[in-house]
């Protein structure tokens, strides 16, 4: 199945589902579908990176397979685990049969427990294998990653390779918290994703928030990018802005102003210091 027919043809069957792509996002990811080639996005939290596959499944009606990182992932939770309970209740249910008929008897399908790498293989249906936060998982895990992603393939000892019969489209995705293998980023398409321009955001906040005065949504997106430029412990994210546009449409603001800043900036900025600060320096550019 060709993922997408061209970079336009992705940007409008995001758009379609709710994603607003900007071109280099576009064109990698047609890319990415075209060459069969893993794609590794990365950037600062809530720019729309895990957004991306979930995105790209919906338009192409394919499943999404997620497999969330995290510190001490291992192989049992990423790939595959022998079902141990299940297979002792064989073993005692078996009774006089011999060892080398249970052995055959319980490393068989009935008792692997499948995770998401080996499911995304084995899937004969269109699939795309979200691998979401890769930069928070150990470094074993990375080089258990590019066995699957070099070969599309899994060898489980007792039971034999397993190879995709339908390559599943592959996003990585990173919040940079550390460098990842450059034998990884080999295997990888590589797509930075940062804050949109305040001309995209604000299609993204009235897509989401359509209901929104689109002037209030002007000053809320100018806004935005203003706190972005301060140094902040945690910069505002496209997700904080879709929040703050909810928060404004419910409490019915006509105007950004001072004291509607002041009752909101809550849902934008989550630190009592960045909080001060911006109230500050918000005031001190008027
Ligand atoms: N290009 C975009 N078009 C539409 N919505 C977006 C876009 N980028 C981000 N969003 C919104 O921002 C939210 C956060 O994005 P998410 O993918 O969770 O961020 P990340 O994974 O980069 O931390 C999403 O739920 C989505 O609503
Ligand atoms: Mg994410």
Known sequence: MAWFATPDDVTTRLGASGYLADHATATTTYLAGALE??????????????ELAKAIARTT??????LQC????????????WNYKKQLLRIQAAGDQSW????????????LLTRPLLSAIRRTEPTVLLVDEVDKTDVEVEGLLLEVLSDFQVTIPELGTVVAVRR???????????????????RCLYLHLDYP????????????????????????????ARLRD???????????????????????VRELDDKAVDDTLGVVLKH??????AIRELRLRR
């Open 70 to 81: 995290y510190e001490g992932l291992d192989e049992a939770r990423a790939l595959y685990e």
């Open 61 to 66: 009606g394919a499943e999404l397979v997620r």
């Open 197 to 224: 321009d305040q001309q995209r955001e604000l299609e993204i906040v009235l897509s989401q928030v359509p209901d929104l005065e689109e002037r209030i949504a002007e000053q809320l997106v100018a806004t935005v």
């Open 37 to 50: 080639k893993p794609l590794l996005v990365e950037g600062p939290a809530g720019v729309g990176k895990t």
């Open 272 to 277: 009592a210091s960045d909080h001060e600060r």
């Open 230 to 252: 301060l140094d902040l412990k945690k910069s505002p994210s496209i997700a904080e802005s879709v929040d703050w546009a909810r928060t404004l449409l419910a409490l019915e």
């Open 168 to 186: 599943p489209l592959v996003v990585l995705t990173s919040n940079a918290s550390r460098e990842l293998s450059e034998a990884l980023k080999r």
């Open 100 to 111: 080398d008929a249970t052995h055959d008897d319980i490393f068989t399908d009935e008792f």
